[in-house]
């Protein structure tokens, strides 16, 4: 690809197919690092989680962003504070419901891009 291309999608994929696509390659970059991966696309009648992962005693509530570019600003601006705030909320539930106990709660984002580079952002929120 020459300097400054954009990405393409694949073609037939839709937006949602692409975003289970980069929540896949988070997923995988977590269980990499030692994670594992609890719950995906975790949902109650507030909202709904991308990855709830584990380690140890340490549960992390993931939002993942896919963008094909930067073109229009970077996946990790995507998650603004009224999205914080909604993973908070949900977040909580899914913690009311766990059958375990968790010493130290983290909000993650974690971004992908049209190569399928994955970038963690621990504990931005």
Do not use: H
Not at 11 to 23: I, L
Not at 66 to 92: C, D, F, P
Request: proline share 2%; hydrophobic share 40%.
């Amino acid at each position: 690809m020459s300097s400054g291309a954009i990405p393409a999608r694949p073609p037939g994929w839709s937006n949602k197919d692409f975003g289970r696509w980069g929540e896949n390659l988070a997923a995988e970059r977590y269980a990499s690092l030692g994670f594992k991966v609890l719950e995906r696309n975790w949902r109650c009648r507030d909202g709904e989680i991308d990855l709830i992962v584990a380690r140890r005693s340490t549960v992390v509530f993931v939002e993942v962003k896919t963008r094909i570019s930067n073109q229009y600003g970077s996946a990790a601006e995507a998650v603004g504070w009224q999205k914080q705030q909604k993973v908070r909320s949900v977040a909580l539930q899914w913690l009311a419901e766990a059958a375990s106990a968790f010493g130290e709660l983290r909000f993650d984002v974690a971004t992908v891009d049209g190569t399928g580079e994955v970038t963690v952002y621990e504990s931005c929120f």
